[in-house]
């Protein structure tokens, strides 16, 4: 019954070091997606996939690559991390026809 | 644009009092709309949600009605309990370009004993 499932759920990086946060889900969803939460801003769409093999830009893109490894992997990858992307970071998943998104704990990241 | 705007936080009740948290949207299209739970350390969970005009969505005592004439989808609770503290989010989703979904920015909730 594990859902969606990050890794890791805390992590402190130098600025200019590079890192990867791991999304997978079990539930056989088609769609997977990276959202940003920082105070006051709710949750802000980073890169999604519609489905596998497909990777698209959110709102906030930039800093950021991703890579749909398979049809339960979503990876979200920072070349070199800065002080603005210290934030927390949660994977979601939807299945097919319908809006409601299932989220994963969420990765906290700190950038110094 | 598309957008969501939820009352800001936190808000602080006493157990059994009534809870609202006001949600209203802008959407080009017919949006499906969401709240969502966060409890503390947790990520976030789907507490009810509404497909059109004038559903009523309903979980553990939380309900909210999709007022199209309006573009409101207002939490409600007749009686909080503490249990209930958490964030919570707002949020419409459209069928189009990938079903993104875009959020408020959270309504904190504490409820007292």
């Known amino acids: 019954n594990a859902g969606v499932t990050q890794t890791p759920k805390f992590q402190v990086l130098k600025t200019g070091q590079s890192m990867t946060l791991q999304c997978a889900q079990d539930?056989?969803?088609?769609?997977m997606y990276w959202y940003r939460q920082d105070p006051g801003m709710g949750l802000r769409l980073i890169y999604y996939s519609a489905s596998e093999g497909t990777t698209d830009k959110g709102e906030v893109p930039n800093g950021y690559n991703v890579s749909r490894l398979n049809k339960r992997e979503f990876s979200l990858r920072l070349e070199s991390a800065a002080p603005s992307q210290t934030s927390v970071y949660f994977c979601?998943?939807?299945?097919?026809?319908?809006?409601?998104?299932?989220f994963g704990e969420g990765s906290r990241l700190t950038v110094l | 644009g598309n957008s969501v705007t939820q009352m800001e936080g936190p808000v602080t009740l006493s157990e059994e009092a009534f809870l609202t948290i006001n949600c209203t949207y802008t959407a080009t299209g017919y949006p499906s709309l969401f709240w969502y739970v966060q409890y503390p350390g947790e990520g976030l969970q789907l507490l009810l949600k509404a497909t059109k005009a004038d559903d009523k969505g309903s979980n553990k005592g939380f309900e909210a009605t999709y007022r199209k004439e309006t573009t409101s989808f207002h939490l409600e609770k007749g009686s909080v309990q503490v249990s209930d503290s958490a964030v919570y989010f707002c949020?419409?989703?459209?069928?189009?370009?990938?079903?993104?979904?875009?959020f408020g920015a959270g309504t904190r909730l504490f409820v007292k004993a």
């Open positions: 979601a998943s939807r299945p097919l026809n319908t809006g409601e998104l299932f």
């Open positions: 539930m056989n969803h088609n769609s």
């Open positions: 949020a419409l989703s459209l069928n189009t370009g990938g079903f993104k979904t875009i």
